[in-house]
């Protein structure tokens, strides 16, 4: 698809952020347009200098012109630095509020979204990409203003002084303009090459990191150089394409600034050595000048440009982020109270992948109060169960019921917020074991905490850490074992004081003793509350008050531990006679 030269509905919705900041945008203008002036006067007042003073030697003109020259300088250095900071504190600002809106989005996306996009990608969105965004303002927008607005006034200062002279720089350029329009489309392609890439790279390095210890086992060191090398190539060869056409570009407008310039020298010259009036030394000396402040911006235009259009394809994939609606429906009106804690699926469907049904029109029901366990094989749907629940996913057809009440209409905050899961795979941010359990709210307290901690056992091993409560437990919790961290996360959901349990495979991987302190955790935990344990172990659920047994998404059968024992080649006695016979 061809890339469009300058996407101006694009550019009025970049805009839109500099509301807040009007005066600051306005200011910014304004400073171009005086730095623009300040900057023609220098060469300007040179003229002056030469034909009214140096020529005439008159040292008391000099003298009040080079002061003048003094002033004027100091304007335009004045000018430039408001210029340059006032740009750029606009841009870091309009970021800021674009990164927060994209965040808050992201937030907002169902599960879905990120079973699909790369975490890579996404982050790249979200700090490169949107960083980029700023450099339409400080490297691009007011730039090319400023540019334009130095060439437009040193046009008119040059007409003024010389219009016949003028023209032989107005005819060249047509031909340096013709040539940046070219180089801008050669680059702004490149440049979308180049974002592409980079995401690539971003994409695959993350996923590689994060799955560090698979590739090691595996012994696919070799093979993931060999493919971070073709990533890596593939990004060369796309920066190299933007370095070729600077290469070329830059030469080129040099050149013909400089046979402008030896024109303008050349012909006046002649001119001048002739006796003719139609030019003076102070023309000459002050067009030496004006020649390389209006070549100069018209050649770094193409570069400011696709500086902006960098920033401008930079907000265009941040923007398909923020227009991507892809989140849960919170259309609910109802704020979940303290559920008493019934549940019921009734003849629930859904798919993950269109037409693949992995729960197939289930129905059950959860008394207020009980413990009910699924079991079943992988795959089965029992993790699925838990995230309809927590409407992670939309269902197909069918209604959930909490308390008598469809859960789509309980705001998705309220009914989350009564909702509390231990996963398997216990996820810990890089922060102090305190801030995990608490995620920051600051209505638990620090002993609440503690208190909470002691209660279901867990206070004296986080006591025998480093700094305690406030040990760093670094990225994803490495400095913990896994039984620890799932302890933790028994904790944290114990101090959220949920109404809904749910643990998800929560003593599938853990040694003896932190089985033992989960155990206890698990019976302080979910005392008074309705609570859902999928569980692989089957002697962890003996004493639930229903068990449901899934296959192939249906639940096949259901009932205590001791009336599924009773059924002979029944699902479940063919699962525990196979786990305890191992076991023996």
């Given at each position: 698809?061809k890339?469009?030269?300058?996407?101006t509905?694009l550019?009025k919705?970049?805009?839109?952020y500099?509301?807040?900041y009007?005066?600051?945008?306005?200011g910014?203008?304004?400073f171009?347009?005086?730095?623009?002036?300040?900057?023609a006067?220098?060469p300007y007042l040179?003229k002056?200098?030469v034909?009214g003073?140096?020529?005439t030697?008159d040292?008391?003109g000099?003298?009040?012109?080079?002061?003048?020259?003094?002033?004027?300088l100091?304007m335009?250095?004045?000018s430039?630095?408001?210029?340059?900071?006032w740009?750029?504190?606009?841009?870091q600002?309009?970021?800021?509020?674009?990164?927060?809106?994209?965040f808050?989005h992201i937030?907002s996306?169902?599960?879905?979204?990120?079973?699909?996009?790369?975490?890579g990608q996404l982050?790249?969105?979200s700090?490169?990409?949107i960083?980029s965004?700023a450099?339409?303002?400080?490297?691009?927008?007011?730039?090319?203003?400023?540019?334009?607005?130095?060439?437009?006034v040193?046009l008119?200062?040059?007409?003024?002084?010389?219009?016949?002279?003028?023209w032989i720089?107005?005819?060249?350029?047509?031909?340096l303009?013709y040539?940046?329009?070219?180089?801008q489309?050669?680059?702004q392609?490149?440049?979308e090459e180049?974002?592409t890439q980079?995401?690539?790279m971003?994409?695959?390095?993350?996923?590689?990191v994060?799955?560090?210890?698979?590739v090691?086992?595996?012994?696919?060191?070799?093979?993931?150089?060999e493919?971070?090398k073709?990533?890596n190539?593939?990004h060369?060869?796309?920066?190299?394409?933007?370095?070729?056409y600077?290469s070329?570009?830059?030469?080129?407008?040099?050149?013909?600034s400089?046979i402008?310039l030896?024109?303008?020298?050349?012909?006046?010259?002649?001119?001048i050595?002739?006796g003719?009036?139609?030019?003076?030394f102070g023309?000459?000396?002050?067009?030496?000048?004006?020649?390389g402040?209006?070549?100069?911006?018209?050649?770094q235009i193409a570069?400011?440009?696709n500086?902006?259009?960098?920033?401008?394809i930079?907000?265009?994939r941040?923007?398909?982020?923020?227009?991507t609606?892809?989140?849960?429906?919170d259309?609910g009106t109802?704020?979940?109270?303290?559920?008493?804690?019934?549940?019921?699926?009734?003849?629930v469907?859904?798919?993950?992948?269109?037409?693949?049904?992995?729960?197939?029109?289930i129905?059950?029901?959860v008394?207020?109060?009980q413990?009910?366990a699924i079991?079943?094989?992988?795959?089965?749907g029992?993790?699925?169960i838990?995230?309809?629940?927590n409407?992670?996913?939309?269902?197909?057809?069918?209604?959930i019921?909490?308390?008598?009440?469809?859960?789509?209409?309980y705001?998705?905050?309220?009914?989350?917020?009564q909702i509390?899961?231990?996963l398997?795979?216990?996820?810990?941010?890089?922060?102090?074991?305190y801030?995990?359990i608490t995620?920051?709210?600051?209505?638990?307290?620090r002993?609440?905490?503690?208190d909470?901690?002691?209660?279901?056992?867990v206070?004296d091993?986080?006591?025998?850490?480093?700094?305690?409560?406030?040990?760093?437990?670094k990225?994803r919790?490495?400095?913990?074992?896994?039984?620890?961290?799932?302890?933790?996360?028994?904790l944290?959901?114990?101090?959220?004081n949920?109404?809904i349990?749910?643990l998800?495979?929560?003593?599938?991987?853990?040694?003896?003793?932190?089985e033992?302190?989960?155990q206890?955790?698990?019976?302080?935990?979910?005392?008074?509350?309705?609570?859902?344990?999928?569980?692989?172990?089957?002697?962890?659920?003996?004493?639930?008050?229903?068990?449901?047994?899934m296959?192939?998404?249906?639940?096949?059968?259901?009932?205590?531990?001791?009336?599924l024992?009773?059924?002979?080649?029944?699902?479940y006695k063919?699962?525990?006679?196979?786990?305890?016979?191992?076991?023996?």
């Open positions: 698809m890339a469009k030269a300058f996407d509905g550019f919705r970049i805009l839109k500099t509301k807040p009007k005066w600051r945008y306005y910014v203008i304004l171009a347009v005086s730095l623009s002036v300040f900057a006067l220098r040179l002056q200098t034909d003073y140096i020529k030697h040292k008391y000099l003298l009040m012109y080079i002061i003048l020259m003094g002033i004027v100091l335009e250095v004045f430039q630095f408001y210029f340059v900071f740009a750029n504190w606009l841009g600002d309009i970021v800021k509020d674009i990164r927060n809106k994209l808050k937030l996306f169902r599960m879905k979204y990120f079973d699909l996009v790369p975490v982050v790249t969105r700090v490169s990409d960083e965004i450099r339409i303002f400080s490297q691009g927008l007011f730039m090319i203003i400023s540019d334009l607005m130095k060439m437009l040193v008119i200062f040059m007409f003024y002084m010389n219009w016949k002279l003028t720089v107005i005819v060249a350029m047509p031909v303009v040539i940046t329009r070219i180089f489309r050669k680059m392609v490149a440049f180049v974002r980079i995401a690539n971003n994409s695959f390095v993350q996923e590689r994060t799955g560090m210890k698979i090691q086992l595996f012994n696919r060191e070799k093979i993931e150089i493919n971070f073709n990533i190539d593939k060369r060869v796309a920066w190299i394409k933007t370095i070729l600077n070329i570009f830059f030469p080129i407008a040099d050149i013909i400089s402008t030896g024109l303008v020298v050349v012909f006046g010259g002649f001119k050595l002739n003719d009036n139609f030019t003076t023309d000459l000396f002050s067009y030496t000048m004006f020649i402040m209006l070549f100069n911006p018209l050649r570069d400011k440009f500086e902006m259009q960098l920033g401008m930079a907000a265009n941040v923007f398909d982020i923020i227009d609606q892809d989140h849960i429906q259309t109802l704020e979940a109270p303290v559920f008493q804690g019934s549940i019921e699926f009734k003849d469907r859904f798919s993950y992948i269109p037409e693949e049904e992995v729960i197939k029109g129905n059950l029901s008394a207020s109060g413990t009910i079991v079943g094989s992988t795959g089965a029992k993790s699925t838990i995230n309809l629940l409407r992670f996913y939309e269902i197909n057809s069918g209604t019921f909490i308390d008598g009440h469809n859960i789509e209409n705001t998705l905050a309220s009914l989350r917020k509390a899961v231990v398997q795979d216990v996820f810990l941010f890089a922060d102090t074991i801030n995990n995620l920051h709210n600051p209505e638990i307290t002993e609440q905490v503690i909470a901690a002691k209660k279901i056992g206070h091993f986080i006591m025998n850490l480093p700094d305690n409560y406030d040990f760093d437990v990225e919790g490495v400095m913990l074992s896994s039984g620890q961290r799932q302890l933790i996360a028994f944290r959901s114990y101090v959220s949920p109404s349990l749910i998800d495979e929560a003593t599938s991987s853990i040694d003896t003793y932190s033992e302190l989960i206890r955790a698990t019976e302080t935990i979910t005392k008074g509350r309705t609570s859902i344990v999928i569980a692989h172990r089957l002697a962890t659920i003996v004493n639930a008050d229903k068990i449901l047994v296959d192939k998404g249906l639940i096949v059968e259901q009932g205590t531990h001791q009336e024992l009773n059924k002979a080649n029944g699902f063919n699962l525990y006679d196979s786990q305890f016979s191992v076991a023996n």
